[in-house]
């Protein structure tokens, strides 16, 4: 009678495991959940995304990215794929979305349950080996009650991790193209100081033939020497921030050895002819903003968190331990074997944690999970208002350097140049009304550049990964102050 009981009660424990919910295979394919961060980036900004898992994949990406760049000049989209390819920091990203995959798998999977084996009375000299056997096994009852309750707050991560994918290859697409914005505007940059060197060598030689004559004083030589020697240094400046930019935009897209060999173009596109309304912008961003949903994600996990900490407040560990001892004694040159069957439930008597402070702690994170939500929602609202009013405004100041300021300056420069193919004006002043439309010129520059930065962090504003950097961008270069040098 001992004996049919004993497969039942020993059993009982793995009846439990048994019982437990089947493993979904979103888990525990090859590339968890990167397909559907794959599908989003593209959805957003039209870009398609790779996540490499071996050699061969590496390799295969890099011959890509490498046909892409190398000796080749690289468009803004151009840049922002190679780095959506090529980013090891972004494949991390997409390594950590195959973490919470795998998180949520081992979540899914019942606990093994632990067996213990025992013998007591080793080598008694009248039964020989052992005087009694003893077999347990063990499960956790909660592991089994608490899986769905887990199952869920680990497939809200694995959701979590997927949307932050999202967010850093947003992020990342975005400071690109703002890196590409910045060193093709270097550059550029770069051509107007050159030409400004180069009539400022020519007012400078001019200066000094016209000292040696005695037609000039010194100061007005020190004078045009000293501006010589001003944009010289600015020159050399302006070539360094170039060459800076290029880095960081090569640091982007993660090139190193001879991939580094590209080009950018030597100015920035003409601005658009015009430009439309954003229409409900905000509700777009609120729609498609990628950080937002990871904050209600946030406060989704902590809500199904403190529902599990509210279940196991009073008992906090539930254990079943199922088993047999088999005893053997000896009397009358007779061995007699006897087994039982033991039964254990294990757990902790809530005498000083009783739980309380478990779901106090609860409630706060839950509170604060709610309160950063909110506060993402009236931050996404203003970062959206804010980029679509510096878009227009961005524009508008552009098209004005361009369309007011420097065709005034031309139109100075070319009267000038009549004025001194007359004699009625002298060397110098052509000098500084060629200087002076150069100037109006570079901050015509400077102000394209801020628009093609604001169309960025437009974009960045409605669907993720911006820095709200549109304006940001600091004074752009301007020429050194050169006045007549008076003679």
Not at 62 to 73: A, D, F, I, P, S
Not at 107 to 136: F, H, K, M
Not at 336 to 345: V, Y
């Amino acid at each position: 009678m001992r004996i049919s009981k004993y497969p039942l009660i020993v059993g009982f424990p793995l009846l439990l495991g048994a019982c437990a919910t089947a493993v979904p295979g979103a888990y525990t394919e090859q590339k968890a959940g990167f397909s559907n961060v794959s599908s989003q980036t593209t959805a957003a900004i039209g870009k398609r995304t790779a996540f490499a898992e071996n050699q061969a994949e590496n390799d295969a990406l890099k011959k890509q990215v490498r046909g892409m760049v190398y000796r080749k000049t690289l468009s803004a989209e151009t840049a922002v794929q190679v780095a959506l390819l090529n980013n090891k920091g972004l494949q991390a990203a997409y390594a950590n979305v195959g973490l919470s995959a795998a998180e949520a798998w081992q979540q899914a999977t019942p606990q093994n349950p632990i067996v213990s084996i025992g013998l007591i009375g080793i080598g008694a000299p009248e039964l020989g080996v052992y005087r009694s056997i003893e077999g347990l096994i063990r499960t956790n009852i909660l592991d089994v009650t608490t899986r769905k309750q887990r199952m869920a707050i680990a497939e809200t991560a694995f959701q979590q991790a997927q949307l932050a994918a999202v967010n850093d290859t947003l992020s990342l697409a975005a400071e690109t193209r703002a890196a590409w914005i910045d060193a093709v505007s270097a550059f550029e940059t770069v051509s107007y100081f050159k030409q400004a060197k180069a009539t400022s060598d020519a007012g400078s030689e001019l200066a000094l033939r016209l000292g040696e004559t005695g037609a000039l004083n010194k100061a007005g030589q020190a004078r045009e020497q000293a501006f010589n020697a001003e944009l010289a240094g600015q020159l050399a400046q302006a070539r360094l921030n170039a060459a800076r930019s290029k880095d960081n935009l090569t640091r982007l897209m993660g090139l190193w050895g001879s991939d580094v060999e590209y080009f950018v173009p030597d100015a920035l596109p003409q601005l658009p002819g015009s430009i439309g309304r954003v229409t409900n912008i905000e509700a777009k961003a609120l729609a498609n903003r990628v950080d937002l949903r990871v904050a209600q994600l946030g406060l989704e996990a902590q809500a199904r968190a403190f529902g599990l900490t509210d279940k196991t407040r009073i008992i906090s560990d539930l254990e079943l331990v199922a088993g047999f001892e088999s005893e053997r004694e000896r009397e009358g040159g007779n061995t007699e074997t006897e087994t039982l069957p033991q039964l254990e439930l294990e757990f902790a008597i809530p005498i000083y944690d009783t739980g309380q402070a478990r779901m106090r702690k609860a409630e706060l994170m839950y509170l604060q999970s709610a309160n950063v939500l909110a506060e993402k929602a009236v931050n996404v609202r203003s970062e959206a208002r804010g980029a679509e009013t510096a878009y227009h405004a961005s524009y508008q100041i552009a098209r004005h350097y361009r369309d007011v300021l420097v065709p005034l300056r031309t139109t100075v420069e070319e009267e000038g140049l009549l004025s001194y193919n007359g004699m009625i004006t002298n060397t110098f002043e052509l000098l500084q009304d060629v200087r002076e439309k150069l100037s109006a010129s570079l901050e015509a520059a400077n102000a394209k550049r801020e628009f093609y930065l604001a169309q960025a962090d437009l974009t960045a504003a409605i669907y993720g990964g911006g820095a709200g950097s549109a304006g940001a961008g600091g004074e752009g270069a301007t020429l050194a102050a050169g006045g007549s040098p008076g003679h």
